[in-house]
Each structure stands twice: as structure tokens, then as C-alpha cells.
């Protein structure tokens, strides 16, 4: 009697021969390009996703990193990127009195035009006080502003304007002398310098007014409790927390980005699709006839369709990798030309390209698994 | 009809491709037992229908009229899916383009029809192993298809078929593709299998009449029948 056994017909069951990585290593020249394929439209998908969420994570640096807690601004206004706020300079004495409230400072905001000679740059400039909180957190060289016509410069901003310390940059018809370099503070909305806060009030001629109010806590406080108390005892101001306010940029800044990424990681996907389709496609028709051949000696469809998706998950998987690798590999180099924008692979966009080379994968096979189906296993009497 | 232990009946099968005016008779009522241990071979001219009658004793394709027993049971009206659980574990072929897997080894290629059957692992490495010592191919058991002779190629197709021990191999012109001495060669194998018990029963479909003489009942098939001078033969 022939052999009787429960027969769990997974072609992909350890000992058991596995036709379907075989089959592609087969040609090991269109397994090369196929995987190829499919790691270049994982970048395209990944690396759009990346930059923006790395480029919207740099866009908050200056909140990141100024040393506040809490941020109040014009009564309404929950963002700093983009927002319009002025407050009587009188908010920051009676924030500075709130319970729990360690040192605030106005800040002004302004972005202006910067030039040196024939260079011009568009640039965020902030006035901070004598307070230091609001300045450069990190110099590169030289030394904070000590007086109105002096201002601090990013370093890439030096770079692009050809400014080094002591020499000159223009806003309006105003000169302004270089006397430090900082570092980590541009962002794609604009690289930072750094004046007075009156050289920005009069600039704007808002004297007597700020734009944000920046606060330190002391050691223990929330920084929410200290927002809702300063929220109850200021009509005219909002407080908000720096972490919600951060967030809040970073959504505004991914709700513009949105909408052409997704653009951009469709045609990616489409791109991969095309390639499984086409070689799941191409594969299974010149092996249509071991299909028969397996059909004819009692392979049920089920391994049949297991073997074909196996085949499609196996490709879409190395590519995927190689494509995560690539991304990976091309971010440093991304950054190091565009140091505006940042590169990161978060675990979700990286969830999100897996699941979107699944889905390649399943969509892929969909035609040669069909067209399998249909595989009359008499094929096997015919000559080859 | 007794059916019992009888690798292979056919009662009284018709199969009739078409309708109407244009219909085709390919099998017109043909009986057929083959006992255990018995090896037949059916001749015939080429769209006598052997072929159609060898596809239907292998249940890939349902007769018009008729039945099939294998060793006792009636396939006749099984669905696809168990009718393939019943070819993997109860039919061997052997086929004259061979239809071998040409990605995978000798090895694998007897392996993968173990693995159908749920045998894998160390019990189907075996069991492969002993059949290419068999069919002496055990030092072509790494070797693609397309690296083997066609007599090497049609001695691993006969291994594969007999890799879960059939009650019944099938073989469609097996020496077709094959140079006298590696026809010879492959009947041989399969009369020794036989023999051997590695199989119950064998049909072989031909037109190679040097292997008439190894087989137990020569049928002569015309117009879909067999003819009266079928007759029993002895092996030499």
C-alpha cells in the first residue's frame, strides 16, 4: 500500500523541498533584477516617507531645544511654525509670577531676507533678551549678541552667505555684525539667526510688544498645570506646553507634506506591483508545465497556490530588505548634500513598506495564481 | 466484476470529447483488470486512444461513461480535490517528455513526491536515496534534470512514481524518447519494481515493440476498442 500519512501539504514545512525558493534561484540573473526592482521601489516608497518625517522632526529644533517648557502666545494660537501671535511685553512679568514658573522670556519672530552682497537666503530670525532663554543653545564659534546691530548666524547659513565672524550681513538696509556661529539650528523652514529682541521689536515696530513668551519651570512642577494656571489668570494668552506645541508644528508641517508623498509612495508601489506581477507573471508561465507535472502527481491546489505566494512573499521580502538598506545607506548621504532636511526610518514608515510589500506580493501572484488554477495536469501527456 | 486487490479495473469506460455531429468517440466501452503483480502494455496506433484511456485510469479525466476501481475503490465520482489525494498516494506515472522538475535535483525531484504524501525529513531523504540506488542514480542524486541523460532522466521519472510504493504505475510511451539500450534499461527497472513489490501493477502505453516481450498482456487498441487479437504474453 503506498504511504498513508496525514499530509499538511505546506510546501514551505522544514525537510520538506522547497520548490518555491528554487524555482527563482533558478535564474538567478532575473532573481537578481527582480529583487533590484522591487528594492528600488521600497526606496522610492520609504525614502519620501523618511525625509519628510525627518525633515517635520527637524522643523521643530528651535522648540526642541530652546530649554522651555511652556510657550505662551496670542490668545487661540496653538502653533509656532507659521503663526501669528503678539502679546503686551507686560505677559512676561505676570507669567513670571505663576505658581511653579522659573524664568520667562519674550521672544520675536520674524522672517526675513538675509543677504551678503549677492547671496540672499530666507531665514527665521529670533530676538531673545538679556535672559539668554530663546538664544542659540549651541555655538560653533564665537559668542552670543551683546548688542543690537550684532546677531549669531547657523553655521550652514554662514556657509551659504560666505559670513564668517566679524563680517557683515544685511536685513533690509540694516547691517548686522556676525559674532557666533551656532550649530544644529536650520530646519527646511528656514536656518535660525539670532538678534536682540528689541533689534526685532523695532524691525517690526512692535516696541513694547513680543510674539511667544518662553518658561522654564522649576524643579517638580507639570508643565501642563503650569499652562492651565496661566491659561485661568491670562485672558488674552494661551499657554501650551513646548511637547504639544512641537507635536502641533510637526502635524502642520505633515499635513503640507502629505498629500504629494503619498503621491510619490503610490508610484513606488505601483512600480513594485508591476515588477512581482511581472515576474510572478513570467516565472509561472515558463513553469507551467511543472505545475501540471505537480498537479498530474496529486499536488492539490492549495500547494500549488501556497508555492506561488511563497514564491512572491520570498522576492518581496529580500527586496524589501535590500531596499531598507539602500534607504538606510542613502540618508547619511542626503543629509550631508541637503542639510536642511532630515532622514529618518521610523518603525511605522518601515511597518508601512512591509505591509505595502505584502500587499505587492498577495496583488502580484493574483494572475499566475489563477492562471495555475486553470492548468489542466493532461498537459502532461503532451510532448514536450 | 470481482474488484478486490486488483491494482487497476476499468469497467466498461467510454469517453466522448464533443456534441452533436461533431463528437468524438476516443473510448468506446472498454473493460480492463490488471492483477496484482501484472504488467500490460497497450499498443495502438497514434489516436487509437491509449492515451485517453491512460489519463482516465490515472483519474485525470473523468470517463463519460464507465468506472474506475483502484485496488477495490470506485473513483469514479470523486471531486478534484480528493481525486488528487488519491493519484498522490495510489498512482505513479511515468511520462515520455519524462516531467521532470528541472529546478530541483535527482533528489529532490523523487523528495517532492514524498512530501505530497506528507513524508519529509530524514524518512523521505531515505526513501529517495534507496530509489536512486535503484534505478542506479545515486551518483546523479545532486544533479538537475537538465545535466542527466534521457535514460537517466526517464529511470528518475520512474523513481519518483514509484517514491510512495503505487498500487498501479502508469506509463505513457516510456521508451519513446530513448535510444534502445536505455529503453531497455528503464522497462527492466520498472519490471524489477514491479516484481519487488515497489509497485502492485503496470500499464504501459507504446508503440516500442522491443518491450512486448517483458510484459504480461499485450492489448491492441483501435478505434477506441480493444481488438480481439489482444493477447496474453509472457515476459521472456
Request: glycine share 12%.
Amino acid at each position: 500500500m503506498a504511504a498513508m500519512r496525514a499530509s499538511p501539504l505546506s510546501p514551505i514545512r522544514p525537510g520538506f523541498v522547497h520548490l518555491a525558493t528554487r524555482t527563482l534561484l533558478h535564474d538567478r540573473v532575473r532573481l537578481a533584477l527582480s529583487i533590484g526592482g522591487i528594492a528600488f521601489a521600497i526606496v522610492l516608497v520609504v525614502i519620501l516617507r523618511a525625509i519628510m518625517d525627518g525633515t517635520v522632526r527637524r522643523s521643530t529644533t528651535y522648540l526642541d531645544h530652546v530649554g522651555a517648557d511652556v510657550v505662551v502666545a496670542q490668545a487661540g494660537v496653538k502653533n509656532m511654525m507659521l503663526a501669528a501671535s503678539i502679546l503686551p511685553e507686560a505677559v512676561v512679568g505676570s507669567v513670571g509670577e505663576a505658581e511653579g514658573v522659573d524664568q520667562a522670556a519674550g521672544i520675536m519672530r520674524l522672517a526675513v531676507i538675509v543677504t551678503n552682497g549677492e547671496r540672499t537666503l530666507p531665514v527665521n530670525a529670533v530676538g531673545y533678551g538679556e535672559e539668554g532663554l530663546g538664544g542659540p543653545w549651541k555655538l560653533k564659534s564665537g559668542r552670543l549678541v551683546q548688542a543690537p546691530d550684532e546677531c549669531v548666524v547657523d553655521s550652514d547659513l554662514a556657509e551659504k552667505l560666505g559670513v564668517g565672524i566679524g563680517d557683515t550681513v544685511t536685513i533690509g538696509d540694516r547691517g548686522y555684525r556676525v559674532v557666533g556661529i551656532s550649530r544644529e539650528t536650520t530646519a527646511i523652514a528656514g536656518k535660525l539667526m539670532f538678534v536682540q529682541r528689541a533689534t526685532l521689536q523695532e524691525l517690526m515696530r512692535l516696541p513694547g510688544r513680543v510674539n511667544f513668551v518662553l518658561v522654564t519651570l522649576r524643579p517638580g512642577f507639570d508643565p501642563q498645570a503650569v499652562a492651565d494656571a496661566i491659561n485661568g489668570g491670562s485672558p488674552g494668552a494661551t499657554a501650551i506646553t513646548v511637547s504639544e506645541l512641537s507635536r502641533n508644528d510637526r502635524h502642520l508641517l505633515s499635513d503640507l507634506f502629505i498629500s504629494p508623498i503619498q503621491v510619490a509612495t503610490t508610484t513606488g508601489f505601483l512600480v513594485g506591483l508591476a515588477i512581482v506581477g511581472l515576474t510572478m507573471y513570467t516565472t509561472t508561465s515558463e513553469r507551467l508545465r511543472d505545475f501540471g507535472v505537480l498537479k498530474a502527481i496529486g499536488a492539490p491546489n492549495s500547494y500549488l497556490l501556497q508555492t506561488v505566494i511563497g514564491q512572491a512573499l520570498a522576492l518581496a521580502v529580500v527586496g524589501y530588505g535590500l531596499g531598507l538598506c539602500l534607504t538606510a545607506l542613502a540618508g547619511p548621504i542626503i543629509t550631508g548634500i541637503v542639510p536642511d532636511i532630515g532622514v529618518i526610518i521610523t518603525l511605522a514608515n518601515a511597518l508601512r513598506a512591509l505591509g505595502a510589500v505584502v500587499a505587492m506580493s498577495l496583488f502580484g501572484a493574483l494572475v499566475p495564481v489563477a492562471r495555475i488554477m486553470r492548468v489542466d495536469p493532461l498537459m502532461v501527456f503532451r510532448r514536450a | 466484476m470481482s474488484t478486490n486487490l486488483a491494482p487497476l479495473v476499468l469497467e466498461a469506460i467510454a469517453k466522448r470529447y464533443g456534441q452533436g455531429a461533431t463528437a468524438v468517440e476516443a473510448v468506446r466501452g472498454v473493460d480492463l483488470r490488471v492483477e496484482a503483480g501484472e504488467i500490460v502494455a497497450i499498443v495502438g496506433p497514434s489516436g487509437s486512444g491509449k492515451t485517453t484511456l491512460l489519463s482516465i485510469a490515472g483519474c485525470l479525466l473523468r470517463p463519460t461513461n464507465g468506472r474506475v476501481f483502484i485496488l477495490g475503490t470506485d473513483v469514479t465520482g470523486m471531486g478534484q480535490g480528493t481525486l488528487a489525494g488519491f493519484r498522490r498516494r495510489h498512482i505513479g506515472f511515468v511520462f515520455q517528455s519524462f516531467n521532470l522538475l528541472s529546478p530541483l535535483s535527482a533528489r529532490e525531484n523523487v523528495e517532492i513526491a514524498l512530501n505530497l504524501a506528507g513524508i519529509g525529513g530524514r524518512e523521505a531523504r531515505e526513501r529517495s536515496g534507496s530509489l536512486l540506488g535503484l534505478l542506479d542514480l545515486t551518483a546523479h542524486a545532486g544533479r538537475r534534470p537538465s545535466d542527466l541523460s534521457g535514460g537517466e532522466q526517464q529511470r528518475l521519472a520512474v523513481a519518483r512514481a514509484l517514491a510512495n510504493r503505487p498500487d498501479i504505475i502508469l506509463a505513457d510511451e516510456p521508451t519513446a524518447n530513448l535510444d534502445s539500450g536505455a529503453g531497455h534499461r528503464v522497462i527492466e527497472l520498472m519490471r524489477s519494481a514491479v516484481e519487488a513489490g515497489e509497485a502492485k501493477g503496470l500499464v504501459i502505453v507504446t508503440h516500442d515493440v522491443r518491450i512486448l516481450d517483458v510484459v504480461h498482456r499485450v492489448l491492441l487498441m483501435e478505434d477506441g476498442r480493444f481488438t480481439p487479437s489482444s493477447s496474453a504474453a509472457g515476459p521472456s
